[in-house]
Each structure stands twice: as C-alpha cells, then as structure tokens.
Nanobody
Framework: QVQLTESGGGSVQAGGSLRLSCEYT????????MGWFRQAVGKEREWVAN????????YYGDSVRGRFTLSQDDRKKLLYLQMNSLKPDDTAIYYC????????????????????WGQGTPVTVSS
C-alpha cells in the first residue's frame, strides 16, 4: 500500500520561501521516482520536479529551475521541496507523486505515469 501525505503549504509574499514535505509509505521496488506536480486554478497540471530514488538524480521544470530544490530522505521516507524566490505564478495546489522510473536512470514528467498521488497542499504567493 502506498500513501503520500503532503504538508508545508501556506501563504507567503513574493520573494519568500516555503518548504513542502511529503511523508510516504512504500515498500515496493527500490527503483522508483518521486516528485511534485502543481495545478493552478483554470490551468493544466504542471510537472515541477522529480527525483530518481535509485541514483539520486533530480530534474526540474524550466519555470522552477534555480529556485526550487528537491531532496529526499529514503530512510525516513520523506520528500522535500524547498521553494525560494517565490512568485505569484507559483500559486497552485502542489501534489506529491510516486511512480516507476524511466529507464535507465530518468523519471517521467507526464502525470499519467504516476499512479500514486497525495491529496495536495495549497501554496499562495501574493505580490
């Protein structure tokens, strides 16, 4: 059974920071990917970042690269998304995901490839 529980969302002014956490339970194949998607009101779901747990490689979307940092503690089963220099365009519901890797060492960026999703945590960035 896989469970993903996000926390850490909230309201912040532009330029501020937030750290999202995702606590998860998973006992399947040691090769898997985790990451974050987000969805703003009236917009399509957007891939934010992901990590290949097997090799530690991280990948970021163009809109967040250089501002967001993904990290993971496999022993504690926690995934973090450190978000700095936040912009109003970052306002969205953020979802933690878990799914299979894209061989040999990458992760999918399509939301359809992730069978496990958390309930989401809201982030609001005001100007």
């Amino acid at each position: 059974q896989v469970q993903l529980t996000e926390s850490g969302g909230g309201s912040v002014q532009a330029g501020g920071s937030l750290r999202l956490s995702c606590e998860y339970t998973y006992s399947g194949d040691s090769r898997y990917c985790m990451g974050w998607f987000r969805q703003a009101v009236g917009k399509e779901r957007e891939w934010v970042a992901n990590i290949n747990i097997g090799n530690g490689n991280t990948y970021y979307g163009d809109s967040v690269r250089g501002r967001f940092t993904l990290s993971q503690d496999d022993r504690k089963k926690l995934l973090y998304l450190q978000m700095n220099s936040l912009k109003p365009d970052d306002t969205a519901i953020y979802y933690c995901v878990l799914g299979p890797p894209l061989p040999p060492e990458y992760c999918y960026i399509a939301s359809s490839k992730y069978p496990y999703w958390g309930q989401g945590t809201p982030v609001t960035v005001s100007s």
